[in-house]
């Protein structure tokens, strides 16, 4: 008898990333499934609702694109430099720290900045990371439930080099463990991973206490690899 895999949860702020919206819009969206259909919670972890991962992003897929939130931004010229609370007002989000949040949670997700300053001195340095506006013109154009643009040039950063024969019990990573799959991006990763394509990191070995971020050890990343070398 063939045995039924769990389901890949995620909760709001992991489906709102994804799909370039707010926490509190899919709270909304989940609210208003009597008129949109949008998915039943599978769930809880503590008070955070909790979503199949495939279910939602298939409803986002099949949603009408004029249904959608529609955010104008402000005109500016193209090459002025954003900070990241300037660039997530500017892309029409609430919270100021959203682009932040994309581009320490979800590398890949969000461009890299244009220009980084660093600033501060020797004891305290600091850096601010800025942003043009046609860059995340660009990027509202492209990104994840608007479809792509005609043209577009702007693809993931490459992953990082993590070595196999490092401490087998470390914990890594979405982006390491893509990098030592051997995908091509950290979204290819996750969207084999929802999919049931990896069996053996369907469960993680810990999450982060701020996010709850999965981590998975090297060894079950590298006997995950082997299996799919394989073909098992």
């Known amino acids: 008898m063939t045995s039924r895999r769990e389901p890949r949860l995620a909760d709001a702020a992991e489906i709102a990333a994804e799909q370039g919206l707010t926490p509190a819009r899919i709270s909304g969206l989940y609210n208003d499934r009597a008129e949109n259909g949008f998915p039943e919670i599978a769930g809880m972890r503590g008070r955070a609702r909790l979503w199949d991962h495939a279910k939602v992003t298939e409803w986002f897929a099949n949603r009408p694109p004029a249904r959608l939130r529609v955010h104008t931004p402000p005109a500016r010229d193209p090459q002025d430099l954003l900070n990241a609370a300037e660039a997530s007002r500017f892309l029409g989000y609430k919270n100021p720290n959203q682009v932040t949040t994309f581009v320490r949670d979800h590398p890949g997700y969000f461009p890299d900045p244009d220009v980084v300053e660093e600033l501060g ?28 643009r005609a043209g577009a040039k702007r693809t993931a950063p490459p992953l990082p080099d993590v070595p196999v024969d490092g401490d087998p019990d ?57 299996q799919r070398s394989s073909g098992r």
């Open 170 to 226: 470390e914990l890594l990573g979405a982006t390491q463990a893509a990098a030592l799959l051997g995908f091509k991006s950290v979204n290819s990763f996750s969207s084999s991973l929802s999919q049931g394509n990896l069996p053996l990191l369907e469960t993680p070995d810990a999450l982060t206490e701020k996010g709850g971020r999965r981590r998975w050890t090297r060894r079950r990343i590298l006997e995950q690899a082997a």
């Open 121 to 148: 001195t020797a004891e305290n340095p600091y850096r601010r990371q800025l942003w043009r506006v046609q860059t995340l013109l660009d990027w509202m154009a492209t990104r994840p439930g608007r479809g792509k």
